[in-house]
């Protein structure tokens, strides 16, 4: 049965054929010929009874190893996509940064290891070659594996690439939020503060650090003032202001962020409503020129219409002509008729 | 929408009250007897603010159902009551235009105040009535509406463009109808005409 060469949809069976290798390893131990082959033969769908029942102990030596590889790299696609996980996942206060390095680290020594794997796995194959006595589709099959194994680490390695962009990415995100919280990181007392009162100073561009830090303190009191005004509880003054302080502190710059944001976004949605309307407007146009195509047409088929109707009241009118002149002409011939009867019957008479 | 109080104080830097300079609020609709008590509660609270608000800051205080905006700009510092639909940027675009405008009108004079005036300022009660639409106080947000109703209006105009082209669609079927009927008619004229006399 000749071997089906790579296609991509071995890699929904792949799970199942490492099962059942499991399986087959544990239940067929001595039939080392046939589980080698039932693991490299995962690859592809055909082939499976053939050649390793008489093939030597280097051809399944090679089927293991390719079942080996295929095992690791399976691995590896599945811890890596842990570690997505992980790094999607990451938010600003429980950053799981050592398991995501751990991972990262472990990832790549898997990733190296295959690499020589897959390329000892190579060099097999070719002394398997060279001794010469292979069948053809032995070299075939053994060629399409090594592709095959090689593909896949290929896409397991652009993943991690992806995985690690990401992870930058998050991070930088997170290191940008942390700079807008400056101080410290009792973060999840500034929600419901915002939302009762929004309450904030804007420090001038000119003016550096040390302003925000004066202006806390004011603001806090005058945010301390305010909140006795609504009646809250003066239980712990001091702690409140220092609470206050920092959450003044941390609103200070996001509400000027939010000034500024919003001009910045009011100017962003003119923008984009501007381009929409020039959308609109060119649509506009090219409806507009096409139905005055289409006007065009309609008059060339009144022209049309004009003309033909036109002649035919010609036509109509010939033979109105016509049939009047006959009258004329069946009058002569009449006439002639009855000089015709006349002659005859002076003929006769 | 509505801006209740419009105040300019100068902030001495944090060691008095600050003076009024310029007040106009607009307290109609309060009861009559609500009034005054209305208009201290407004000197009282812009004043705190005032004070509050460091310089060169923006800031708002929510207060009971008012947002009470503080813009301070260099010691002068412009105080704007309004309601919570009112949008924060325009209220601030607002309290920079008064400010230019005090600027502008009384020069460095005010730096020298030591009391409040009770002087009205024509220009502050006309920019309350003015700017109750907060479209007026924000250019951009007028922009925005604008372009929003000549959208609305563009698309009115594509759907009557689009029935327009119905109406054509159907005018080219009836035209070529027409012509191809007219042929028929002409083609039965020359017939009846070119044949075999008739007797």
Redesign the interface.
Known sequence: MPVRHGQSSFRDRTDEFFSIVETLRRSIAPAANNVPYGGGGGRSDGGRREDPRSAAIVQSEFKRRAANIGLAIHQTSQKLSKLAKLAKRTSVFDDPTQEIQELTVVIKQEISALNTALLDLQAVRNSQNNEGNISRDTTTHSATVVDDLKNRLMDTTKEFKDVLTMRTENMKIHENRRQLFSSNASKESTNPFVRQRPLASKPAPSQAAPLPWANGASSSSSSQLVSRKHGESESAPLLQQSQQQQQQQQQMVPLQDTYMQSRAEALHNVESTIHELSNIFTQLATMVSQQGEIAIRIDQNMEDTLANVEGAQSQLARYLNSISSNRWLMIKIFFVLIAFLMVFLFFVA | MKITALLVLKCAP?TSDPVILANASDVSHFGYFQRSSVKEFVVFVGR??A????P????????EEYKVHAYNRNGLCAVGFMDDHYP??SA?SLLNQVLDEYQKSFGETWRSAKEDSSQPWPYLAEALTKFQDPAEADK??K??RE??E??II??K??DS??A??EK??S??EK??D??M???M??K???K??SCC???
């Open positions: 944090e705190t603010v004070s509050r608000t460091p060169s800051q923006r800031q708002s205080v929510q207060h924060v940027r601030f951009l947000l922009i925005q372009l929003d000549t959208k563009l698309h105009t594509i463009v689009l327009r082209g054509l669609d005018l080219v035209s070529s027409l012509s009927a007219s042929q008619f002409y039965q004229a020359k009846t005409n006399t008739i007797l």
